[in-house]
Structures are given as structure tokens and as C-alpha cells.
């Protein structure tokens, strides 16, 4: 496995985008995290909130749709499972110092290890699949 390669978020980018970049009817956003089981030909999207914080509207708005357009693009890739896209809230900031929610339901350290390994949502273990 290949070891991070930065600890604190360079937003220099960032910023640049939302100065020169057009202001209106345009969104700019990232993504956290995306995961993929290679063997089970699954995956999903995953942005995280540390404080329990929620996505700002605009944010969910934009990586809903994002997850829309991956859903119904899945059919060219015979075989694979879309598990969508997961919120990950941390009662602090991190999977060691708090309580863990997923989509609003809690999980333990453990379970979200598993649930990100095997890239399946603890509230139906699934995904959509094409």
C-alpha cells in the first residue's frame, strides 16, 4: 500500500479556482474519497465531516448529482456495484476519537472497517448494481 503523501490540505488551488474561474452557475467541490474493491468489482464515494458536521447544501446538491450520473453510466461496466455516495461523520476527527455515523447511522470502528473494505452501506450491505 502506497503511504499518504500529505497530511495537511494545500487549498492554494482551491482558492485560485473560485478567484479565476466563472462565478455564476458554475460549482466547485471535492471529493474526499474514492473507494473501490477491485476483487468484488465494487465502489463508492465518500466525503467525511469531522464534529458531526453536514455537507453544506450546494455540496450534497453537486456530489448527489455526480452520484447520479455514475448510477445511470454504470451499465458499461457489466458486472460492477455502484454503493454510492457515503457520508462519514466523526463525533471529533477521526475513527479513534469518538463516535463514527454513516449516512446518520452509527457504526463502530470495527464495522466501519468493514463496511469500507468490503465498499458496502450497513443499511442494506448492497449497492446498485448494473
Known amino acids: 500500500m502506497r503511504e499518504e503523501q ?7 488551488f482551491s482558492q485560485w479556482i473560485r478567484r479565476e474561474c466563472p462565478q455564476r452557475q458554475y460549482s466547485v467541490s471535492d471529493i474526499d474519497f474514492v473507494i473501490m ?7 463508492a464515494l465518500i466525503e467525511y465531516k469531522c464534529r458531526r458536521a ?6 450534497r446538491t453537486l456530489l448527489h448529482r455526480i452520484s447520479n450520473m455514475l448510477t445511470m453510466g454504470l451499465h458499461i461496466y457489466p458486472g460492477w ?3 454510492g455516495l457515503w457520508l462519514i461523520q466523526f463525533e471529533n476527527e ?4 469518538g463516535r463514527i455515523w454513516m449516512d446518520g447511522i452509527e457504526v463502530t470502528e470495527a464495522e ?6 468490503a465498499v458496502t452501506h450497513p443499511s442494506n450491505g448492497g449497492g446498485r448494481h448494473l
Open 94 to 97: 477521526t475513527p479513534y476519537d
Open 37 to 43: 474493491n477491485w476483487r468484488e468489482k465494487r465502489f
Open 54 to 59: 453536514n455537507m453544506p447544501d450546494s455540496q
Open 6 to 12: 500529505h497530511y495537511i490540505r494545500d487549498v492554494r
Open 112 to 117: 466501519l472497517k468493514h463496511h469500507m473494505s
Open 81 to 83: 456495484t455502484y454503493a
